[in-house]
């Protein structure tokens, strides 16, 4: 019995072990894939702000130009254009983000749910086993109660 006790103990305890390496294994993949989407976020950032550098650059070359070939009407409602249509691209970028920060705040609550859902299967797993085995114990004592009184 102590031996099976032992062997049992032994076995949850690798069990445990194992549960454990996997969940260190699951947050180390999780980071990983965390700091490549920051990466890939940096990058992105990165190449939309020299684009843009590059298209205000271009704008103002061909506002100069335009200065001299056109009337003050004519630029004023250019520049009204510009600035409403630089306005939509940040409601848009804002509009983007705030997606983005959704749909990341969705992944973190649906990973903690599978952890917590994970936990209480595990809680009632071994409490099953906790169950199983005082039932054994149980029934063990029982048969060598009757064993005694039988002799």
């Not at 509009?95 to 983005?100: G, I, L, M, S, V």
């Not at 409490?127 to 039932?135: D, N, P, S």
Request: charged share 75%.
């Amino acid at each position: 019995r102590l031996e099976r006790e032992d062997r049992m103990r032994e076995e949850q305890e690798c069990r445990e072990a194992a549960e454990e390496a996997d969940r260190r294994e699951r947050e180390r993949q999780e980071k990983k894939r965390k700091q490549e989407r920051q990466r890939q976020d940096r990058e992105r950032q990165e190449r939309e702000q020299l684009e843009s550098e590059e298209r205000e650059r271009r704008r103002k070359e061909e506002k100069e130009e335009e200065k001299g070939r056109r009337g003050q009407k004519e630029q004023q409602e250019r520049e009204r254009k510009q600035l409403l249509e630089k306005k939509r691209k940040q409601e848009q970028k804002e509009a983007a983000e705030q997606a983005r920060l959704q749909r990341e705040e969705k992944e973190r609550q649906a990973r903690e749910r599978e952890e917590k859902e994970r936990q209480e299967k595990e809680r009632k797993d071994k409490e099953h086993m906790q169950k199983e085995q005082k039932e054994k114990e149980r029934k063990e004592k029982e048969r060598k109660e009757r064993e005694r009184e039988e002799r």
